[in-house]
């Protein structure tokens, strides 16, 4: 599972809010919503939200392995 908690501590120490986002950087609300409920995300859009809190990508997602296990 990807979780974007790092996302909101990020935002946090950048001074910047969700509505922020939505007001000055035309972030969707729908968008906002996906992203507070670890919904799939566009990769385009995880650069956008790394260009504008000017950080990594490491600083907004975390991957955390499900309890099974997938063979590839």
């Given at each position: ?35 507070r409920n670890n919904m ?29 296990e997938y063979e590839l």
């Amino acid at each position: 599972m990807i979780t974007y908690e790092r996302l909101w501590k990020t935002m946090e120490k950048r001074g910047i809010t969700q509505y922020t986002l939505y007001e000055h950087y035309n972030v969707p609300r729908s968008l906002l919503h996906r992203l507070r409920n670890n919904m799939n995300i566009e990769t385009n859009t995880l650069d956008r939200l790394c260009t504008i809190l000017k950080c990594n990508i490491e600083d907004i997602c975390e991957h955390i392995p499900d309890t099974e296990e997938y063979e590839l």
